[in-house]
């Protein structure tokens, strides 16, 4: 293929891509851009507010889920190491003499091998916090959704009584 076939080939990509580019950008309408954006709006990404995962809703009950373990055994692993030695050749150019000879390293050869087993202790289930909430975001319809939050939020939604209007940022939903 000729160079300027080449160059001809190029320039059809680009604007192929930049056409399919333009038309991916009005296609969606701005959809997922936090503002909403792609009618003109003039806002970047930079402009746009905050995403927040807050919600609201009155207490209705709070959780402490201890964290649940067990005795285990797995394999006990061991390094064994073993002397070795390996012949290398070295080469030395004058002129058109060429001089070789060989020397003899030391290494040492190691590897994991099982050797018995060993105890340990295996979690089974996290430790976690969960707060209930109703009329979550305002919503009547939305009563005992349960959130799992961080330690701090838990002890201050336990602070307050219930039923009290409280703002928590869970970390997942469940208990």
């Known amino acids: 293929?000729?160079?300027?076939?080449?160059?001809?080939?190029?320039?059809?990509?680009?604007?192929?891509?930049?056409?399919?580019?333009?038309?991916?950008?009005?296609?969606?309408?701005?959809?997922?851009?936090?503002?909403?954006?792609?009618?003109?709006?003039g806002k970047t990404s930079?402009?746009?507010?905050?995403?927040?995962?807050?919600?609201?809703g009155l207490r209705d009950g709070a959780r402490h889920v201890a964290k649940k373990t067990v005795r285990s055994t797995r394999p006990h692993l061991v390094q064994k190491c073993r002397p070795g030695t390996?012949?290398?050749?070295?080469?030395?150019?004058?002129?058109?003499?060429?001089?070789t000879w060989y020397t003899t390293e030391r290494f040492r050869d190691c590897h994991q091998v099982t050797k018995g087993t060993e105890t340990y202790t295996r979690v089974v289930r996290r430790e976690r916090w969960c707060v209930q909430l109703d009329d979550v975001?305002?919503?009547?319809?939305?009563?005992?959704?349960?959130?799992?939050?961080?330690?701090a939020t838990y002890r201050a939604a336990l602070d307050k009584g219930a039923h009290a209007r409280i703002k928590i940022e869970p970390t997942g939903t469940g208990c």
């Open 46 to 56: 930079q402009d746009a507010r905050p995403h927040s995962d807050a919600v609201f």
């Open 137 to 151: 975001n305002g919503a009547a319809a939305k009563d005992d959704v349960w959130y799992r939050v961080p330690h």
């Open 1 to 41: 293929m000729g160079t300027k076939q080449r160059l001809v080939r190029a320039g059809l990509t680009a604007m192929l891509v930049a056409g399919l580019g333009a038309c991916g950008a009005a296609a969606d309408g701005g959809a997922g851009h936090p503002d909403g954006g792609g009618k003109g709006t």
């Open 86 to 99: 390996k012949r290398v050749k070295h080469t030395k150019r004058s002129g058109r003499t060429k001089k």
